[in-house]
């Protein structure tokens, strides 16, 4: 195993204090809670948006955490749910009295914890709505959830909602617009190695030269099947034709297009990827009205991509081109 790494049992406290040093007009870290909060928060008057899950996706969730997206973030161990007490800790920093929004991915852990501290919060009088995301078309259950998985929307949802929650928009219509933006996205993704988590100290699964997973999830999880080697064209399509049936994406409409590498694929290959989701696309009369390409829903240095896409409206276009700060977006500011 070779890594830029202190020891594995320090990895993600290690990060989070480079985040810290890096952005500290950005972010807090709350080390003893293990916790990355809003410089400025809790902001009064405005809903607080929690997310979290374990480390290894970089940049989320702790990257997307300042103005216009999450007010805080609790990141596990690699590949491991947060703790009730992290996410407790995190909606008690970003509470200004307007209840806080907890965006949860579809994984069994980080959805039963996050429920345990929505009790405990609820209890102290903080008004909390979850909101679970299940975007994933590659499969029904995996080794980690019961239905579909959370992924690529998540980070899109958090960027829309943001933007919305910044107006001080009250919590039952920050929360209806993150139950519209998932039920309105689809994601699927694909590798092509497998990933080592420090831990372990030895790939997560055995991937021959020749072949790739077609659905996989982002911890390693198997995927729809194992097929040989294809071209780009090939995969592209192999993702994208799903995601646009399930969405029923029809002529004439509108998307948010998401190419999101996981961790090890060069800036230069997600690229062609998106042309070739463009042809796709542009072949149905959908129009690609918004888009992000890059590694923001990593599974550490797994080669690999993921498409997702949204269908969008006026309103959703409106909170996405919303200013944001953070470490890993920013624009309008």
């Known amino acids: 195993m070779k890594k830029l790494i202190n020891s594995p049992d320090s990895v993600?406290?290690?990060?989070?204090?480079?985040?810290?040093?890096?952005?500290?007009?950005?972010?807090?870290?709350?080390?003893?809670?293990?916790?990355v909060v809003r410089a400025d928060a809790p902001v009064r008057g405005k809903v607080g948006l929690v997310s979290g899950g374990g480390s290894g996706h970089e940049p989320m969730h702790g990257g997307f955490v300042g103005h216009g997206m999450l007010d805080a973030a609790c990141p596990g161990a690699v590949f491991t749910s947060p703790v009730p007490d992290q996410m407790l800790a995190a909606t008690r920093a970003v509470d200004g009295g307007a209840g806080v929004l907890h965006i949860v991915k579809n994984y069994t852990g980080d959805v039963l914890n996050f429920e345990m501290a929505a009790e405990l919060a609820a209890a102290e009088g903080i008004e909390i709505?979850?909101?679970?995301?299940?975007?994933?078309?590659?499969?029904?259950?995996?080794?980690?959830?019961?239905?579909?998985?959370?992924?690529?929307?998540?980070?899109?949802?958090?960027?829309?909602?943001?933007?919305?929650?910044?107006?001080?928009?009250?919590?039952?219509?920050?929360?209806d617009l993150a139950r519209r933006v998932n039920a309105q996205g689809r994601s699927m993704g694909m590798a092509l190695t497998s990933c080592t988590v420090p831990a372990a100290g030895k790939p997560t699964f055995d991937l021959p030269d020749d072949e790739m997973e077609i659905g996989i999830g982002i911890h390693g999880e198997p995927g729809r099947r194992r097929v040989k080697l294809a071209p780009a064209s090939e995969i592209t399509e192999m993702l994208a034709n799903p995601i646009i049936e399930d969405l029923g994406l029809k002529g004439g409409e509108r998307v948010l297009a998401f190419v999101n590498g996981m961790g090890g694929t060069p800036l230069i290959e997600l690229y062609?990827?998106?042309?070739?989701?463009?042809?796709?696309?542009?072949?149905?009369?959908?129009?690609?009205?918004?888009?992000?390409?890059?590694?923001?829903?990593?599974?550490?240095?797994?080669?690999?991509?993921?498409?997702?896409?949204?269908?969008?409206d006026d309103e959703l276009i409106r909170y996405w081109d919303a200013p944001v700060r953070t470490p890993a977006l920013r624009w309008g500011m």
């Open 12 to 35: 993600v406290t290690d990060a989070l204090a480079g985040m810290q040093a890096l952005h500290p007009e950005l972010i807090h870290v709350d080390f003893e809670n293990q916790i």
């Open 129 to 175: 709505v979850s909101v679970v995301t299940n975007d994933d078309v590659a499969v029904q259950d995996s080794l980690y959830t019961a239905g579909r998985r959370g992924v690529g929307v998540t980070v899109l949802l958090e960027k829309i909602v943001g933007g919305l929650a910044e107006t001080g928009a009250p919590l039952n219509q920050v929360a």
């Open 272 to 312: 062609v990827v998106a042309n070739e989701l463009t042809k796709i696309l542009k072949g149905r009369s959908i129009t690609i009205a918004r888009s992000l390409i890059g590694n923001y829903i990593t599974s550490l240095e797994m080669a690999g991509c993921s498409i997702t896409l949204v269908r969008l």
